[in-house]
């Protein structure tokens, strides 16, 4: 595809330029050009911290969920067993699934800026309610209808990444921002190392207030929500170009301080015809048989990470509580330094996927995480790991595997083409969590319940021959999409050649 220098024109609106056809309108625009020649401005960073801050809400949501795990067993009102905390996990990654699904394709027909209140209206409302749970089924659907709101937010958040971050810094501010997750990590576990302490509140106390924590922090999203407008992108497809230039020129007066002038350089432009919605059977033909490639890449990069993500993270306090005997209340602080090597991943080696390039890092980091559980597990196994040790061999391997799953986001994200790009997300969201991620909890709550360390070495090799597996495919099938813009990486569906 070819970008198109015009500057015979004396002005940058997208305005209807031809009719293919009676309805059909063609338009001519630099916006995509314009939004990648950009420097890093204060319009971006603001966009870090009001799309980060919800990763924040979800690792301070999933964690609680964790390192609560001991609370849960010992409330007097709940009474779980490992069976049940794997099965309310599985809700919650279920629910997750099924949100990415509806809200991905409903992200993609109104608009990314849209969803963006709507699930998280449901993810406060949900974790409220969490907090009021009366029994093991309803603490169980409230965690569903919790999952069901981030998973929509997955598909917002990463869509609206990849549409408003410049081509050169997309990989480095993809990963960065699904690495926050474990800011909200640490949060979480150092609420719960408060939280959790019997000499301050009661057993069935504790947890509750945890959960209201959540809820109410996330009432300050909603503020932040505001700084940031509709995708330009979406706008200038779905029949709004008008729009799109206003928010472009908007955000070139808050980067550069004014408004881009043609007489002074002319982008490459694109020319598209705009539609309303893009049918579930052309979604289906591009991701099915046109991107077919890419579309394994994704599966499997997918898959491997949220089995390897879920089933040790959900898991990690009963592994503490169960084999080395460290009480419920004194979880969090083994998961500290677990969410400092999670966040310093992507922070470290995220600037590396955009000039090392996706394809090395992605088998780097995947083939790394796999190695080293492995091992790892072989040390647990035979029974030479402290609880220290534990928690240090963790830090290491997900150091390298944080990056690795925030580049199967990343990868989705950017490697099909604009009007499926939400459902796309979500489907490989939906499909490697539902393969990996929902399997994983109940799979490993199982091996933990045995009080066999070899079972639940078993489990973790499971994890390590996914992970080598997918770095495998990712070596021969990953797409370079480093430094180049969103419609070189994937034409627009609605590109007029």
Known sequence: MELQHNPARDHDAAVSISAARAGARIIETSIPSRLDALPWGGFHTRVVLALGITWILDGLEVTL?????????????LRFSNLDLGIANSAYLAGAVLGALGFGWLTDRIGRRKLFFITLALYLSATAATALSWSVASYAAFRFLTGAGIGGEYTAINSTIQELVPARYRGWTDLVINGSFWIGAALGAASAIVLLDPALLAPDLGWRIAYFIGAALGLIVFVMRMWIPESPRWLMIHGRPDEAHAIVASIERSV????????????????????????????????????????????????????FYNAIFFTFALVLTDFY?????????YILPFAAGNFLGPLLLGRLFDTLGRRAMIV???????????????????GVLSAQGQTIAWMVIFFFASPAASAAYLTVSENFPLEVRALSIAVFYAVGTGVGGVVGPVLFGALIDTGSRNSVFAGYLLGSVLMITAAAVAWRHAVAAERKPLEHVAQPLAIVE
């Not at 780097?364 to 035979?382: D, K, Q, V, W």
């Open 325 to 333: 005997g460290i009480s419920a209340d004194h979880v969090g602080w």
């Open 256 to 307: 550069i301080g004014h408004e881009h002038d043609v007489r002074v350089q002319a982008y490459p432009r694109i020319r598209l015809k705009m539609r309303h919605h893009t049918p579930l059977a052309e979604v289906m033909h591009t991701l099915l048989v046109s991107y077919r490639g890419r579309a394994l890449v994704g599966l499997v990069l997918m898959s491997a990470q949220a089995f």
């Open 65 to 77: 969920a964790g390192t609560l795990s001991g609370a849960l067993k010992e409330s007097p009102a």
């Open 364 to 382: 780097f980091t995947y083939g790394a995480s796999g190695l080293l559980l492995a091992l790892s597990g072989y040390l647990f196994s035979i």
